[in-house]
């Protein structure tokens, strides 16, 4: 049997996939319907769909961090009316999107390249680097905002000092210090080996000032300075942790971003 779970915050949309889905593929089960992003990861780590349909744009966490946090084997689709800079970039990436208003023909396709996959009985490979960038390019893009945007986030220096809260102290802290980040609602967690301050930064907007040679995002919650991860082990279950110095309690990478740590 196979399983899937359809995410959008249009009820009129949930309800049109749904019922060209029953068409196409009678056989497929759908165990779940989320609304937002917070609820389909939930429900993805509750009921482990073999598929995920994932509107892009959604309250709460987007269908891109979803992507990013999904632990299981779950594909993912995209459901997107993105621009065509990120209709491109799935494209290279052979990343499976579905173009809004999804037409039956279109949709069809999908189904018939996730039934291979699912017959082939091969779990998903860990996506390639170019994928993790792309997610994480889209993520900061965001709808409309084209390559050149993208390029101008990237020409800029990276940052270097960061003005963090304790407390009622502010402190001037040297980024190469920081140990990790972590996301925490509209605010940033910064963890250096003198403890934890804050930042009134969200992590999706930290990330792209930060410089990526060093600075590697494992999860959508968490960007680590990899300069001072001492190791990485893989647990019973297939998930990857790394060790942080100075950091009792290890750190979960997502399985978008485990190819990062192959060498390690």
Not at 89 to 92: D, G, V, Y
């Given at each position: 049997m196979t399983t899937a779970l359809i995410a959008d915050d249009e009820s009129l949309l949930r309800d049109d996939l749904r019922d060209k889905l029953a068409a196409l593929w009678p056989e497929l089960v759908i165990v779940a319907e989320a609304h937002n992003g917070n609820e389909a990861t939930a429900l993805i780590a509750e009921h482990e769909p073999d598929i995920a349909f994932l509107d892009i744009k959604m309250?709460?966490?987007t269908g891109i961090e979803v992507a990013q946090g999904i632990e299981t084997d779950t594909r993912v689709v995209f459901v997107t009316a993105y621009d065509q800079y990120a209709v491109d970039?799935?494209?290279?990436e052979a990343i499976d999107y579905l173009l809004k208003p999804v037409t039956r023909e279109r949709l069809a396709q999908t189904v018939t390249r996730l039934k291979n996959a699912v017959a082939s009985d091969v779990p998903e490979a860990a996506p390639a680097p170019e994928l993790a960038q792309i997610l994480n390019l889209l993520a900061r893009a965001g709808a409309g905002a084209g390559a050149a945007a993208a390029a101008g986030a990237a020409a800029r220096a990276p940052l270097r000092w960061i003005r963090a809260s304790r407390g009622d102290t502010t402190y001037q802290i040297a980024v190469d210090e920081v140990l990790y980040f972590q996301?925490?609602?509209?605010?940033?967690?910064?963890?250096?080996?003198?403890?934890?301050?804050?930042?009134?930064?969200?992590?999706?907007?930290?990330?792209?000032?930060?410089?990526?040679?060093?600075?590697?995002?494992?999860?959508?919650?968490?960007?680590?300075?990899?300069?001072?991860?001492?190791?990485?082990?893989?647990?019973g279950d297939g998930r990857l942790w790394l060790n942080i110095r100075d950091v009792a309690k290890p750190i979960t990478v997502s399985r978008a971003y485990q190819h990062l740590f192959k060498q390690m």
């Open positions: 309250p709460g966490q970039a799935f494209e290279r996301s925490d609602d509209k605010y940033t967690i910064v963890y250096t080996a003198n403890g934890e301050h804050v930042i009134r930064m969200p992590l999706a907007e930290l990330v792209s000032a930060l410089d990526a040679e060093y600075f590697w995002q494992v999860h959508r919650g968490t960007i680590v300075n990899i300069r001072n991860v001492l190791s990485s082990k893989r647990d």
